[in-house]
T-cell receptor
Framework: KQEVTQIPAALSVPEGENLVLNCSFT??????LQWFRQDPGKGLTSLLL?????REQTSGRLNASLDKSSGRSTLYIAASQPGDSATYLC????????????FGSGTQLTVLP | EAGVVQSPRYKIIEKKQPVAFWCNPI?????LYWYLQNLGQGPELLIR????????DSQLPKDRFSAERLKGVDSTLKIQPAELGDSAVYLC??????????????FGPGTRLTVL
């Protein structure tokens, strides 16, 4: 059974800092990995999708990397801003079901002005 | 383009009462998902539809939960009777059914259920 762990559970940084969020998964036989953002009281917004054949994906100040063999992914946020404050979740397809996602519990990020 | 629409946004009911949630996916998305999200946790899949067919409902507690997706568009998730432990956010998501590994899921804002 696929299990996803995110560390840390919460992170608080001053504005302008670069930061890294971590995600690990137990079953490396995945098609892709996705990073989502969730604002309080809102649904999830997809940030980046990395296919299994890729090593990383970039979107603006966000860069996500994937190391399938070690079961790890990182989300790098450059020059953080207060508007980046949210919960960040990673998700991978569940074992035996490519279209069913298993989510981590998320990292709650607070960027202080 | 409108996103995934869910209603109601909030619902407070007493235990043992029935409750229903409605979802309208993005136009053209034939895959629809219902998730349950407890506080401080990631979403957990309850059921997945491909058009009208429920293709993955192994996580749906079928003794009290039911879902339908008539005409392969809108969907309704029902709980009857509700229990205290059902208090959570119920999220709906949709996607196209493209090549495995490429489909991004788009989420609605969710319905926050409180059972008293």
């Amino acid at each position: 059974k696929q299990e996803v762990t995110q560390i840390p559970a919460a992170l608080s940084v001053p504005e302008g800092e670069n930061l890294v969020l971590n995600c690990s998964f137990t079953d490396s036989a995945i098609y892709n990995l996705q990073w989502f953002r969730q604002d309080p009281g809102k649904g999830l917004t997809s940030l980046l999708l990395i296919q299994s054949s890729q090593r990383e994906q970039t979107s603006g100040r966000l860069n996500a990397s994937l190391d399938k063999s070690s079961g790890r992914s990182t989300l790098y946020i450059a020059a953080s801003q207060p508007g980046d404050s949210a919960t960040y979740l990673c998700a991978v397809p569940s074992s035996g079901s490519a279209r069913q996602l298993t989510f981590g519990s998320g990292t709650q990020l607070t960027v202080l002005p | 383009e409108a996103g995934v629409v869910q209603s109601p946004r909030y619902k407070i009911i007493e235990k043992k009462q029935p409750v229903a949630f409605w979802c309208n996916p993005i136009s053209g998305h034939n895959t629809l998902y219902w998730y349950l999200q407890n506080l401080g946790q990631g979403p957990e899949l309850l059921i997945r539809y491909e058009n009208e067919e429920a293709v993955d409902d192994s996580q749906l507690p079928k003794d009290r939960f039911s879902a339908e997706r008539l005409k392969g568009v809108d969907s309704t998730l029902k709980i009857q009777p509700a229990e205290l432990g059902d208090s959570a956010v119920y999220l709906c998501a949709s996607s196209t059914t493209g090549q495995v590994g490429t489909d991004t899921q788009y989420f609605g804002p969710g319905t926050r259920l409180t059972v008293l």
